[in-house]
């Protein structure tokens, strides 16, 4: 299949919000290839979750067009909503019911048959291993176990699409680890493209093949996460020495090395950022040595995705989180939650 899977061309929302007009995203516009996992990143009220409520269906756009599983989400939403599955920040399935019914009834929801209910929802326990707690009611499941449970609503009519939205948020460092991988088996049995939020950042670099980056209703960045590193932020390189006179000697034999600055940094320490720490390191240390200068530590820090988003917006992820509203909710997007409650798209 050539076609994009996603395909969003000038995606545009606007709220009223106390008669004052609010943009919550611009002017969007990317492709997803099929079998892609692309991670979405940015800061509470960057527009993340507006924008997979445009994709969803279950709220229209302001302006722009997009076409996702090859249907058009504006003229024809049933059609997309039948070829997606979506996964929201809060748990889907009815406390009081036990967890095979609820897959069985999701699968009622999509217009399967009750045996291929039946069959799909013993698929998916056993996938994501939930098999123990198959006659559970879904309240006496943990977090992580309920996040899994989720997952497996959103693939019960096994979508070739998969919209997750902060699917680890609240989660211990183990069921997160559990979550992750169960994605993971998931995608390399059933062939799914996964695209989702998330604000754990070793999330993203660790399992996503692509990253998108949004600020203030706009895409910011939009690659891998190891291009976005070495671009954007780079490898913190730092040596130290004996006295700050060979210090003062190592920056100009550095210097020569790397058109990225080599600072100060300390008594008897330089410092730089440069995209190809790996091979400059040794190559400092070995000029040095050949200068007469010799090199007491030396250390190689590798960028992180919060050191990328801190270059792109001056803020870390978390600073640019705190104090920010949250994006604005008009009354059409109740309407859109309340099917989602009901099944019409998880």
């Known amino acids: 299949m050539d076609e994009p899977i996603i395909d969003a ?13 609010v943009e919550a995203v611009t002017d969007l516009t990317f492709q997803v290839a099929v079998g892609e996992l ?7 009220g960057a527009g993340k979750s507006t924008s997979l409520r445009m994709l969803t269906t279950l709220l229209p756009l302001t302006a722009g067009a997009a076409r996702v599983v090859g249907h058009d989400i504006a003229t024809d939403a049933g059609a997309v909503r ?3 599955g979506y996964v929201g920040q809060l748990n889907s399935g009815s406390y009081a019911q ?15 048959a009750r045996a291929a209910s039946r069959v799909r929802a013993d698929e998916l326990i056993e996938s994501v291993d939930l098999a123990s707690f198959a006659t559970r009611s879904v309240q006496q499941l943990s977090g992580g176990q309920r996040r899994r449970l989720d997952i497996a609503l959103g693939l019960m009519h096994a979508p070739p699409l998969l919209f997750l939205d902060e699917p680890s948020t609240g989660l211990d460092p183990q069921s997160r680890a559990n ?30 093949e692509r990253v998108m980056v949004m600020d203030r209703g706009r895409v910011i960045a939009d690659d891998t996460a190891s291009a976005l590193k070495a671009t954007l932020a780079g490898d913190v390189i730092t040596l130290g020495f ?17 058109d990225r600055v080599v600072r100060r940094e300390g008594a008897a320490s330089v410092a730089l950022t440069a995209p190809d720490g790996e ?4 190559r400092a240390v070995r000029a040095l040595d050949a200068a007469g200068v010799v090199v007491q530590q030396a250390t190689g820090v590798p960028p992180t995705l919060d050191d990328v988003f801190l270059v792109l917006t001056g803020r870390t ?12 909710v008009e009354q059409e997007s109740d309407a859109a939650d309340a099917a989602q409650q009901t099944g019409a798209v998880r």
């Open 98 to 112: 036990r967890v095979r019914d609820e897959l069985i009834s999701q699968g009622a929801f999509y217009g399967m």
């Open 9 to 21: 061309v000038g995606l545009t929302k606007k709220f009223t919000v106390k008669k004052k007009t």
């Open 82 to 84: 039948a070829r997606i």
């Open 242 to 258: 004996a006295d700050p006179a060979d210090a003062d000697r190592a920056v100009a034999v550095v210097q020569a090395l790397t």
């Open 38 to 44: 692309v991670a979405f990143l940015g800061p509470n």
């Open 279 to 282: 091979r400059l390191l040794p």
């Open 317 to 328: 992820l978390r600073e640019a989180g705190e104090g920010e509203p949250v994006e604005p």
């Open 179 to 208: 979550l992750w991988q169960h994605i993971i088996d998931l995608r390399a049995q059933h062939g799914t493209t996964v695209f989702l939020t998330t604000h754990y950042l070793e999330e993203a670099d660790r399992y996503a």
